[in-house]
C-alpha cells in the first residue's frame, strides 16, 4: 500500500495521473484505438500512468520508481499515439527536460546574432585603437 501510494505521489508530481485497471476492460476500450495493440493480451496487475503534459518527466519518474523497485516492471507505453517497447521507455527517460532542450535551441538561435555584434564591434575597436595610434605618433596633425 505505501509503495502505491509513493508511486501516485510521484506521477502526480511529474504532472501525470496512475490508475490500476482490469486487464479485460483495458483491452476492450483500447479497441479501434492506437492503444489496442500495446493493451492486449495483459496478465497479472496493470496499472496505466499518463500525462498531458510532459512524456519525458513522467518517464523519468517511471524509471527511477522501476529502478528503487524491482517488483515494478514496465510492459508498454504510448507515446503520441505509437506504441513503445520497454527500451524505448528508458530511452525517453534519458532524454533532457524540455527546459533544456529548450535552453539549447535558444543558444543556437543566438550565438550566430552575438558572433556578428562581436565582430562589429571589433571592427570599430580596431578601427579606434588606430586612430589612438596616430594621435600619439601625431601622424594626425
Do not use: H, W
Not at 27 to 50: C, D, H, K, N
Amino acid at each position: 500500500m505505501g509503495q502505491d501510494f509513493e508511486l501516485r505521489k510521484a506521477v502526480r508530481g511529474a504532472g501525470g495521473k496512475y490508475r490500476v485497471v482490469k486487464n479485460n476492460l483495458a483491452e476492450i476500450a483500447s479497441q479501434g484505438t492506437p492503444s489496442e495493440q500495446v493493451l492486449r493480451g495483459l496478465r497479472g496487475m496493470t496499472s496505466m500512468a499518463y500525462t498531458t503534459n510532459d512524456p519525458v518527466a513522467l518517464a523519468k519518474v517511471l524509471t527511477a520508481y522501476a529502478k528503487a523497485n524491482p517488483s515494478f516492471t514496465f510492459k508498454a507505453g504510448i507515446v503520441e499515439g505509437r506504441a513503445i517497447d520497454v527500451k524505448a521507455i528508458g530511452d525517453l527517460a534519458n532524454m533532457p527536460a524540455k527546459e533544456v532542450i529548450f535552453a539549447k535551441l535558444l543558444y543556437m538561435i543566438n550565438a550566430p546574432a552575438q558572433r556578428l555584434a562581436m565582430t562589429i564591434n571589433a571592427a570599430g575597436r580596431s578601427l579606434a585603437v588606430a586612430i589612438e595610434q596616430g594621435v600619439k605618433e601625431n601622424k594626425f596633425n
